[in-house]
């Protein structure tokens, strides 16, 4: 609350994912809506595993927000974002799910897109500061954290190139969204794509970028050294989708009861790798899915828990 003619605003509601909010028309009674989420982790057998059948078992949850797993290329360690201290953050883990722990010590909002260095040793991720998103790393043993984007733009979905010399981001710095990339080490952003991108990885075998963009269904591919830009299928959407050496895996909402489809790259044909119960949820507002380079388990965001409340507040002034 502040004053209509300005000046320093006054906090009157925290931590509770409060919006909106109506005022009676006497002035002194609020009533606002809590929302209540509950995302969790869950795994299912990957690919290569020799058991493709098990159920999906929850390997990384709060009562708070966990999403955006991410498997180190080494296989040791998981990444995620959560808000379970009370902030937003990006959080390691052993494989399993054990041992979590805090790595990014600073203040900031809607902390997410975790992605690991082809070495495992850092970490780059987006987030809110006070008019736009940027992209930072930060190194997997914690510590200071790295500026790498600026601008009054908006710049998200980080992903390393290989070599680990590049990250490309999505940025709307030309108008509209589309794909980029930096240094690892800062510099100068260069565009990748012309027809639009907002979610991009490289190829394992660096001759392509394969991306999605904002709001429509279809996976698209670019050469690295750039070139014509084409759709590779029509299915699958930003923050569902994972690259692997073979195919395409994703997660398809659409479909009742939902369902884990793979593109095969050889094949150029689309199956369902694995069917889920008919209330999955998945969070379709982060990075959501992630095989892990062994191919012997893949990991999901679910939304366990979407609710909300209205809440009074008596002689809040």
Known sequence: MMAASGGTAERLIGGENASEISISRTGNRLVYERDLFDSNIWRIPGPKALDKISAPTRVIASTASDGAPQFSPDGKKIAFSSNRSGKDAIWLCDRDGLNPADITSFSARDVGSPRWSPDSQWIAFDSLNESNRDIYVVSADGGAVRLITTGPFDNVRPSWSRDGGWIYFGSNRSGDWQIWKVPSNGGAAMRVTKTGG????????????????????GIWRVPTDGGEETQVFSEG?????????????????????????????????????????????????????????????????????????????????
């Open 198 to 217: 907002r979610e991009a990885f490289q190829s394992f075998d660096d001759k392509f970028v394969y991306y999605a963009k904002l709001g429509s269904h």
């Open 237 to 317: 959407e930003q923050g569902l989708w994972a690259l692997t050496d073979e195919g395409i895996y994703f997660l398809d909402e659409r479909v009742a009861p939902p369902v884990l489809k793979f593109y095969n790259f050889a094949a150029r044909k689309t199956e369902i790798f694995k069917q889920f119960p008919k209330d999955t949820r998945f969070d379709e507002d982060s990075t959501s899915l992630s095989v892990s380079r062994d191919g012997q388990w893949l990991l999901y965001t679910q939304w366990d828990q979407a609710s909300s409340d209205l809440r009074l507040m008596e002689n809040y002034r």
